[in-house]
């Protein structure tokens, strides 16, 4: 298996700093409920409980008494007279007496006949001659007490919601502030202020920028000539290069308010609300002018409209778009409220947005060189303790391809594998090993058989043999049998320097160097396996390129045939993604086997010649696992690696 670079998703940067959420024009534009409210609220609620005893006291003074105190004090003629309602008793004793568990003697009480009954209460009430009330039960509370009771709690929470809906929609935010922007605003400090300086490797990018700052600091240098700064500013780029720090650091370099909001914030399953966030996200920008709006991942609302597989006027997200158009269209650029967006796949946005007067202005945030590259590991460095030896332009020439939310990883990697082994500061080992651990994965404990092991082993050995070999092929820095990430082995192959152009001699000896280990295994053992999926996918992709998008193909000639951004949300659109005829098709597929084929012959043809060094780099594999370049070079018999001319 070779390793090459490719595109990786960004790792937390210095752009992943917390927003102050706390700030004023970030809060709940409804404002926090007054005490004053929460009394009313608490004090409604406890009438419900406590108005029927104070507005309709039963039996004032009764003390309840257990039923067998009263049959007892009835039997020895002590009840003066009694009042039923339903299965209760209330009456008066002739003479208070002391009833178990009250500390006072009791002259009035009340107490409840049992459920099973007392046939025999009423004849003794009569031989007593104790005087007997009757009270109806449909008397037990009036009808203000049954409204309080039985519907005061459901009145008060209707009349609580009536007026959240109220404040809703005076707010225009709709039904609980679904419509209400979710931008965090920033407000730089001394210890989170991103400025330039911590900005490093992208230096065309920011001299683009620094005209923007200049306007937001000193705005009538330019409105004295009548020039307006552009609205919108898109930052064009892979992921991880920089480009939501590049935006926070616009902003700290203006020393103004800073609104941040990701494309899917917008969003939502109700239709309506993306737009409505969209018109709020800017009556706050321009309250706060001059401010900056930054909308990461643009193309989240920004694609074609008609691309989606939604029919209809009532997308939400062409909705939001179609708002977003309006705002930027409608807000006069003296305002001083300007738009950064960011994306890496310019080529779906709509063009509306790309127009004059709205995006006016495109910075295309590149890859760093080795040059940017050192730049950002000093600038990531800053509060790392390193071997006073160590050479950050020996990293940095190691690390071709990555970007600097890469590079943020790979020291932080370090850092970690550090503090592991017990060192007090991080030197060349930590971050090659670090790099090893990014580029080819983490180590895994397999138990593969001897079988297995020795095919791993040529497989390999025919990766880093051909990487030698042949004369326009990336340096190979490592090969290992030791399984890291999905793959048995590994051969870690990077180009010394950053390459901008490709000839087809280069192209052609990465092909065939990445079907080393297929040849190796067919050459030694007769018979191929599935280690090679990798390798095949990654020659398949290089040579078809050769063939659509660089005219490599005398058959197919100088003609762009590669699919451009016309993808849909469920992928490639069959329909659209090809604008050429089946039978040019078919030459494509033609050419494309042609290039591997005639790639492979040659790897086949090398290894069969230099079939004793083969073996001698794979029985070396077998017993050391590991090996660096020099090693390799010197199992191989071609000698130390020759510097490179000044």
């Known amino acids: ?75 020895n003629n002590n009840v003066a ?69 039985s519907f005061g709690p459901t009145i008060l929470f209707f009349l609580l919601f009536l007026w959240l809906i109220s404040k809703a929609q005076s707010s225009q935010q709709g039904l ?6 979710r931008a965090k605003r920033y407000n730089a400090t001394e210890s989170t202020r991103v400025t330039f300086d911590d900005v490093a490797g992208i230096e065309e990018a920011k001299q683009e920028l620094a005209e923007i700052v200049d306007f937001l600091k000193n705005p009538q240098k330019y409105q004295r000539l009548g020039g307006t700064i552009p609205k919108g500013v898109l930052l064009i780029g892979p992921p991880g290069t920089g480009k939501t720090l590049l935006a926070r650091a616009v902003a700290g370099e203006a020393g103004v308010p800073f609104f941040s909001m990701s494309g899917s914030e917008f969003v939502e399953m109700i239709v309506g609300v993306g737009a409505a966030r969209v018109r709020e ?103 790392v303790p390193l071997d006073p030896n160590l050479d950050l332009s020996e ?77 326009e092929a990336d340096p190979v820095h490592k090969v290992t049998i030791i399984p890291r990430g999905q793959a048995l082995g590994v051969t870690y192959q990077t180009p010394e320097d950053d390459r901008y152009n490709y000839t087809e001699r280069y192209l052609r000896s990465r092909i065939t160097a990445a079907l080393g280990g297929r040849a190796a295994e067919e050459l030694v053992f007769g018979t191929v396996t599935t280690g090679a999926e990798n390798d095949l996918k990654q020659v398949t992709e290089i040579a078809r390129q050769m063939v659509t998008r660089w005219g490599m193909s005398k058959e197919v000639g100088l003609v ?44 086949l043809s090398l290894l069969n010649r230099e079939r004793q060094r083969l073996d001698n780099l794979a029985e070396a594999l077998l017993r050391e696992e590991s090996l660096d370049e020099q090693q390799i070079r010197e199992i191989v018999g071609l000698g130390e690696k020759q510097p490179e001319p000044a």
């Not at 003390?63 to 067998?68: D, E, G, Q």
């Not at 609980?176 to 922007?181: A, C, E, T, Y």
């Not at 082994?421 to 895994?444: H, Q």
């Open 395 to 471: 990293i940095a020439a190691a690390t071709p391809g990555l970007v600097g939310a890469d590079l943020r990883n790979l020291v932080n990697e370090a850092a970690l594998l550090a503090a592991r082994r017990g060192k007090n500061y991080v030197d060349r080992e930590d971050f090659f090993d670090a790099l090893e651990k990014i580029t080819l994965g983490a180590e895994r404990k397999l138990l593969i058989s001897e079988e297995d092991r020795r095919r791993v082993a040529y497989h390999e050995s025919g990766h880093a043999l051909l990487g030698l070999l042949l004369p």
């Open 281 to 383: 996200l800017f009556q706050q920008a321009k309250k706060e002018a001059p401010c900056i709006i930054f909308v990461d991942e643009l193309d989240a609302i920004g694609r074609r409209r008609g691309s989606s597989i939604n029919v209809g006027g009532h997308d939400e997200r062409e909705q939001t778009l179609n708002q977003l158009l309006v705002e930027m269209d409608g807000f006069d650029s003296r305002q001083g409220v300007i738009v950064l967006a960011a994306t890496n796949r310019p080529d779906v946005l709509d063009p509306a947005l790309l127009r004059p007067g709205r995006f006016d202005r495109r910075v295309v945030v590149q890859r760093p060189d080795k040059v940017g590259r050192l730049k950002i590991l000093q600038v990531h460095t800053r509060n």
């Open 560 to 603: 762009y045939l590669s699919p451009d951004g016309q993808e849909d949300f469920l992928g490639p659109n069959p329909i659209t993604s090809r604008e050429y005829s089946e039978s040019l098709a078919t030459v494509i597929d033609r050419e494309t086997r042609r290039i591997i084929d005639e790639c492979y012959t040659e790897a």
């Open 176 to 181: 609980f502030g679904l419509g209400k922007s």
């Open 81 to 149: 007279e009694v009042t039923t309602q339903a299965d209760k008793i209330t009456g008066e004793f002739k003479q208070a007496v002391k009833v178990p568990g009250v500390d006072q003697p009791v002259k009035r009480f009340v107490t409840h006949i049992p459920a099973f009954g007392d046939d025999q209460l009423m004849s003794q009430l009569d031989q007593k001659g104790v005087i007997v009330n009757v009270q109806p039960e449909s008397s037990t509370r009036s009808l203000l007490l049954s409204i309080l009771i």
């Open 1 to 75: 298996m070779t390793n090459n670079q490719t595109d990786r998703p960004r790792p937390p940067g210095p752009e992943s700093r917390r927003f102050d959420n706390n700030d004023k024009n970030n809060r709940n534009r409804w404002g926090p409920i007054p005490s004053w409210a929460w009394i009313v609220l608490i004090v409604a609620l406890l009438l419900n409980w406590l108005v029927a005893p104070i507005l309709f006291p039963e039996g004032k003074g009764a003390v309840s008494i257990p039923y067998t105190s009263f049959k007892q004090q009835l039997e």
